[in-house]
């Protein structure tokens, strides 16, 4: 059986993650919008009416960019066997680290935000640290 790394989980989980924040989004242009013009072509430039939509929509964006930094430094780490108790660790926290943005974006903390964010970025520079040497 083939079985995944801690860092390759925590990557996969996270892109799970990242992948169904949009449900809520669309959930409220169903409700605000009525389903031909949700449905139809988007439009990007429409705000939702509802503030915590809108700041979703923002963490979703916030997501998918930090999603591109770390799957392929948890792939990376994978591949050159760099893995350890700390990487998986730093896999896990990241993760847990997107899942409280994402919510506390969501339901406007701006201070905690930050917070949240600085973590993830800290589990991605460890990584990078790990890939080239230096951790």
Known sequence: MNTLSPELLAATLT???????????ILNRLKEMGPWTALKNPQPD?????DWAYRLACAHRNAIENLAVFAPLAITVHVLGLGDQMTAF???????????????YTFGIPL???????I????????????????
Request: charged fraction near 10%.
């Open 15 to 25: 892109a799970g993650f990242t992948a169904l924040i949009w449900v809520p989004i």
């Open 120 to 135: 993830s970025f800290g589990c991605q520079m460890l990584f990078a640290l790990r890939i080239v040497g230096w951790a």
């Open 90 to 104: 730093a896999g896990f926290v990241f993760l847990a680290s997107r899942v409280a943005h994402t919510a506390i």
């Open 46 to 50: 429409v705000r939702p009416e509802a």
């Open 112 to 118: 905690l935000r930050t917070i949240a964010f600085v």
